[in-house]
């Protein structure tokens, strides 16, 4: 009789229990559901934000359209779909252009309008078609030139689709190739722009957008999930352009340029805690900059170090040149080597960090690191997560051209990607950018550094909002 006894009051607890825990489990779920709901209304609202500012955009760029544009655009035709870039009429001006996720994909092409006003040479008005990669739809697409010289050439294009779509924006274009971006009318898309006067370079730029499964992930139109770094992030950005010494370096334009520009790029926008600055800095201010930056930074922490300047080899040892540097003794040069040895060693390097990038615009810059890039299709998620040791440079032990105005070819293209990007961007997907539009002027390259401990990681820049 006690058995039984026991034996109902163990089950009784254990329907308790069971009852309790399903109570809990119950209300769980309604929380969970609330939390889901004010998160779907929470990217609903930025979406229809999004939506708004981009629809904004168009009509600011479209009260620029001429009346020659117009009506090109409008012009009623049967247009035949072109299904190759290959295919496209010889002895015009390409390009390719791609929305946030690739997802939609344009080709097509301008001739110049000879009935149109020259500037500066340069026919005002350029009219042609674009494909969408849907094997049906077809644009009718007209560029208008805004600004013209020896060294770049700025249009407005525009066009509309069969399928519906409307768009217009900026390009720029220097020699063979140039970039830019549009918005649609309905403001749902943002389209990102390849110019060049090659078939092949545009079909190369075409198909790599094809295979880029890391940017699948993104979408203008939709907020992708919060990345939340373990640390901080730091910035340490050396621009040297005003060398004043004896047997003294040529001045150089563009790396003062480089710098003021990223850091309030890197201030505003990104998520950053501190950028410490260097302009024009000699050998031991050199050492003051990279200590400041020892000081603040943890193992949790997420590292960018930009050097834009003169640099030089003796034999295997690399040298940044401040701007006390002679060309005659390198007693002022700074070795690199003094920074890089910051990074080494398994258990306690100097800098240390969960993702570090090393960005360098200088000649003569040579590191030994791996060209195997293991983590293309990793999420963000872990791409944040895995430890990251990079140098990305715009030459491999080469000389390196300078402008001589403006920003550095190198910096233009990483100033542009940070500008346009509205969410979190990958440095190997701005290398990509650098590397098809330097690749052919100069050798840039971007390695993971085994031996500062890489583990498949990346440098992402996360934007504040």
Request: some cysteine.
């Amino acid at each position: 009789m006690i058995k039984k006894i026991l034996l109902i009051i163990v089950i009784f607890l254990g329907t308790i229990t069971f009852a309790q825990s399903e109570n809990t489990w119950i209300k769980k779920k309604d929380k969970d559901e609330k939390v889901e709901k004010l998160t779907d209304k929470k990217t609903s609202t930025w979406i229809k934000k999004k939506i708004k500012e981009n629809k904004k955009k168009y009509k600011k760029e479209e009260k620029k359209i001429t009346k020659e544009v117009k009506s090109w655009i409008k012009k009623k035709s049967k247009d035949k779909y072109i299904a190759n870039i290959k295919d496209l009429p010889d002895g015009a001006i390409y390009f390719q252009a791609n929305n946030g996720s690739r997802s939609s994909l344009i080709y097509g092409f301008v001739l110049p309008d000879i009935n149109s006003k020259l500037i500066n040479g340069y026919y005002e008005t350029n009219k042609g078609f674009a494909y969408l990669n849907d094997g049906e739809t077809t644009c009718k697409v007209a560029s208008t030139v805004k600004f013209a010289d020896a060294n770049m050439l700025m249009s407005q294009i525009s066009g509309e689709c069969t399928n519906g779509i409307k768009f217009t924006g900026q390009t720029s274009q220097s020699g063979n190739s140039g970039s830019g971006s549009v918005n649609t009318a309905d403001g749902k898309e943002r389209y990102f722009v390849d110019v060049h006067s090659q078939k092949e370079e545009i079909a190369k730029l075409f198909e790599k957008n094809k295979i880029y499964e890391d940017f699948a992930e993104i979408n203008e139109t939709s907020r992708p999930a919060p990345l939340n770094p373990f640390g901080k992030y730091y910035a340490l950005l050396i621009g040297n352009s005003d060398y004043h010494t004896k047997g003294k370096y040529a001045d150089l334009v563009s790396p003062k340029n480089d710098v003021i520009k990223l850091s309030k790029i890197l201030k505003s926008k990104y998520k950053f805690e501190k950028v410490i600055t260097g302009i024009d800095v000699t050998r031991d201010e050199f050492f003051d900059k990279i200590d400041e930056l020892k000081d603040l930074v943890t193992d949790n922490d997420y590292v960018l170090i930009y050097y834009s300047g003169h640099g030089e080899k003796v034999e295997n040892e690399r040298y940044w040149i401040p701007v006390n540097g002679s060309k005659n003794n390198k007693r002022n040069w700074f070795n690199i080597d003094d920074l890089t040895s910051s990074f080494e060693g398994d258990i306690s390097p100097e800098i240390p960090s969960t993702h570090l990038a090393l960005l360098v615009d200088s000649c003569w810059f040579a590191v030994k690191g791996s060209d195997k890039i293991n983590n293309k299709n990793l999420t963000y998620e872990k791409l944040l997560k895995n430890r990251a040791a990079i140098v990305m440079a715009s030459g491999n032990d080469e000389f390196v051209e300078e402008p001589g105005k403006g920003n550095s070819n190198f910096a233009k293209i990483i100033i542009r990607e940070l500008e346009n990007a509205d969410s979190p961007i990958r440095l190997h997907n701005i290398y990509m950018r650098v590397s098809d539009e330097l690749g052919g002027k100069q050798t840039p390259f971007y390695r993971p550094m085994n031996k500062w401990n890489h583990g498949n990681g990346d440098f992402i820049f996360i934007p504040k909002s």
